[in-house]
């Protein structure tokens, strides 16, 4: 018994299955294509980290304050002043008016240093003895 096929049924189911095998391959290769990439990668070398150096103020001098001058005088205390290139020492004394103790410090974020040579002068409270007679806030910063 010999088995007959429609010339035209089985050409047409074989070229389907060609053109649908035609269309995996190029599925696939569309996605492969996907994967490849085009743009420059830069690989950097990690920077060498170097320890933050900061320079701390020193613990506070004890000073005596001696008698007040008179009624309305308010003692500003002795503070640390980064002045040029390191700390200053600012003398207590009596002013004509209420003098509010020294606020609390800020905590400040140090920033990343611009140089190896930089150090680091953190924040601090002074005393505005030229007119302000406030407690101002210097803010932290890199010196060199």
């Known amino acids: 018994m010999s088995v007959h096929r429609d010339p035209f049924t089985y ?41 933050v150096v900061v320079r701390h103020m020193p613990a506070a001098v004890h000073e005596d304050r001696g008698l007040q001058p008179g009624s309305g005088y308010g003692w500003v205390s002795g503070h640390w002043k ?22 609390t410090v800020i905590v400040e974020q140090i920033t990343i240093a611009p140089s190896p040579q930089h150090f680091w002068v953190p924040g ?10 406030s407690w101002i806030w210097v803010a932290g910063a890199w010196h060199r």
Not at 124 to 133: A, S, T
């Open 82 to 103: 980064w002045e040029g290139n390191d700390w200053a020492w600012i003398h207590g004394q009596w002013v004509r008016q209420a003098v509010p103790p020294m606020p």
């Open 11 to 51: 050409a047409s189911v074989s070229r389907r299955r060609r053109a649908a095998s035609l269309l995996l391959v190029l599925a696939a290769a569309g996605l492969l294509s996907a994967c490849v990439t085009r743009e420059t990668v830069v690989v950097r070398e990690p920077v060498a980290t170097h320890a």
């Open 124 to 133: 601090h409270w002074v005393w505005r003895f030229d007119g302000g007679n």
